[in-house]
């Protein structure tokens, strides 16, 4: 199971007899005068972990250097008031979601709360894991929206990094270079990863008695939006026919949907869609025990509501 699903699961698990406020999903974010921009996963949404910051040079002011500034949701008041982290002429800031990601789904899937008077341009990178970056294209005049699906993005992965650049526009000033308040991911998602002998016997369907602890401390994580769709995954490794194995994960993503549909019953209002793959799509060939073992698993990701996206479609 990759680090980051253990280290989430461990979250989850520690915090299980904690009290979680409930939050409203979606919410607007005020980016000017006129306008806000609609994240529907609410506070969630925001990159909440410093990675890596480069002042440029020339560097701004020491007080618009507070990386902790551009955590978090916006919180820009005014130009007077250092709440939010300049780069400096070239430099460079890394931010990571760590309790969710974001993917290229439909329509923007990614904003940067760049504030002060001038909009500098920037260059806009973004990462799975922290070590492969895709260039996502340049922002700049007050355009701080990114679709994905513009730059060929596929619709499967889940990206944690941002890495922002300054591109030189204005290099003088107390808040020389590009200033940032936030980075929200619009189509934020949580995304999980269970091994299946946690959940299932061999061959079998039924949850078997301890899946209800794994299920409930993934539900705590869920808790803090009460309103999403889930999509339930189902993979199995190679053995058997492919009819069988898509067979039998279409069965067992039903006795997890039918399982967290009671949990989260008092939560919100949830979609549940069940995507039955089967040998088809592993994570690792399918040539040893270990590697059958991880591809035998039930993925369950957290996307926006069905009515947003039905918006856009409106809208459209």
Not at 19 to 35: D, M, T
Not at 78 to 84: I, K, L, Q, S
Not at 244 to 253: A, D, F, G, M, T
Request: net charge negative; aromatic share 10%; hydrophobic share 35%.
């Amino acid at each position: 199971m990759p680090l980051r699903v253990l280290y989430i699961l461990f979250l989850l698990i520690v915090s299980s007899d904690l009290i979680i406020a409930q939050q409203v999903s979606g919410k607007h974010y005020k980016i000017n005068k006129y306008r806000t921009v609609y994240l529907p996963m609410g506070k969630i949404s925001f990159a909440d972990k410093l990675v890596e910051y480069n002042v440029g040079n020339p560097a701004p002011a020491k007080r618009n250097r507070d990386s902790t500034q551009c955590l978090h949701e916006p919180n820009y008041v005014d130009y007077t008031t250092p709440n939010y982290i300049s780069l400096g002429c070239g430099g460079t800031l890394t931010l990571e979601f760590t309790n969710n990601g974001f993917m290229n789904l439909k329509g923007d899937d990614l904003y940067i709360f760049e504030v002060a008077p001038s909009r500098e341009s920037m260059r806009i990178e973004i990462s799975a894991n922290g070590i492969d970056w895709i260039y996502t294209g340049k922002i700049s005049g007050g355009t701080s929206s990114i679709d994905l699906n513009d730059f060929n993005i596929d619709n499967d992965t889940v990206f944690y990094f941002v890495r922002i650049t300054d591109l030189k526009d204005t290099c003088n000033g107390k808040s020389s270079g590009a200033d940032i308040d936030a980075v929200g991911a619009i189509n934020s998602v949580i995304k999980l990863s269970i091994d299946a002998n946690v959940l299932f016997d061999v061959a079998k369907a039924e949850l078997i008695e301890d899946a209800k602890y794994t299920l409930d401390s993934i539900a705590t994580s869920i808790y803090q939006i009460d309103k999403a769709t889930l999509m339930v995954e189902g993979h199995t490794d190679s053995d058997g026919t492919n009819e069988y194995n898509e067979h039998l994960s279409k069965l067992r993503c039903s006795a997890v949907v039918d399982y967290m549909k009671i949990v989260l019953a008092d939560n919100g209002s949830y979609d549940y869609d069940i995507i039955a793959f089967g040998e088809n799509k592993p994570i690792a060939p399918n040539d040893t025990d270990d590697n059958k073992q991880l591809n035998r698993r039930v993925e369950i990701t957290v996307i926006p509501p069905k009515d947003y996206f039905e918006s856009l479609h409106r809208k459209n």
